[in-house]
T-cell receptor
């Protein structure tokens, strides 16, 4: 998966609890993305980062926050998880000089 | 924002036949159109892409065509094999805003 890892790979949590998902890359790529994948919707962009401490919102950012304190790590936080945030979350990375995004293996999150 | 529609949602073909998946997009400013293959339990992987200044691109059994005027693009897989069975996603991108179609589940029957 092009030097991308996600942790945890699976998580079950309860409504109202905070959750943080981690994406780690070893490619030194500038851009990092968080998507969620739901049946019938394909992948939808939550937030992305274009450098350390530089982030921007995507299509479905409500209820999510992100942080990027170093090039290799991009964190996605659900401050207070809801059942509608049950999904598979994918991280992706992209080099500055290309359009191709490389995806991680995904994190399956279940909010009960 | 950009809206990408993908058809069909499921496609079943006999091994050796061709498979065609079609996508339309709404924003004429989109300039990059990748196709991803996703196998069960894995992340999507790029199989082919095309940029807005090109009408067709081929890589062995896979080809993509782009019609900018009509705002649609298609994936063609020839001589399908059982290992082609997966979910395929199209996408349209402007800068960092990539919008995906809902996916096509392709099944190749031996």
């Amino acid at each position: 998966d092009a030097g991308i890892t996600q942790s945890p790979r699976h998580k079950v949590t309860e409504t109202g609890t905070p959750v943080t998902l981690r994406c780690h890359q070893t490619e030194n790529h500038r851009y990092m993305y968080w998507y969620r994948q739901d049946p019938g919707h394909g992948l939808r962009l939550i937030h992305y980062s274009y450098g350390v401490k530089d982030t921007d919102k995507g299509e479905v950012s409500d209820g999510y926050s992100v942080s990027r304190s170093k090039t290799e790590d991009f964190l996605l936080t659900l401050e207070s998880a809801t059942s509608s945030q049950t999904s598979v979350y994918f991280c992706a990375i992209k080099d500055n000089s290309d359009n191709e995004q490389f995806f991680g293996p995904g994190t399956r999150l279940t909010v009960l | 924002g950009e809206n990408v529609e993908q058809h069909p949602s499921t496609l079943s073909v006999q091994e050796g036949d061709s498979a065609v998946i079609k996508c339309t997009y709404s924003d004429s400013a989109s300039n990059y159109f990748p196709w991803y293959k996703q196998e069960l339990g894995k992340g999507p992987q790029l199989i082919i892409d095309i940029r807005s200044n090109v009408g067709e691109k081929k890589d062995q059994r896979i080809a993509v065509t782009l019609n900018k005027t009509a705002k649609h693009f298609s994936l063609h897989i020839t001589e399908t094999q059982p290992e082609d069975s997966a979910v395929y996603f199209c996408a349209a991108s402007i800068h960092n805003d990539m919008r995906f179609g809902a996916g096509t589940r392709l099944t190749v029957k031996p």
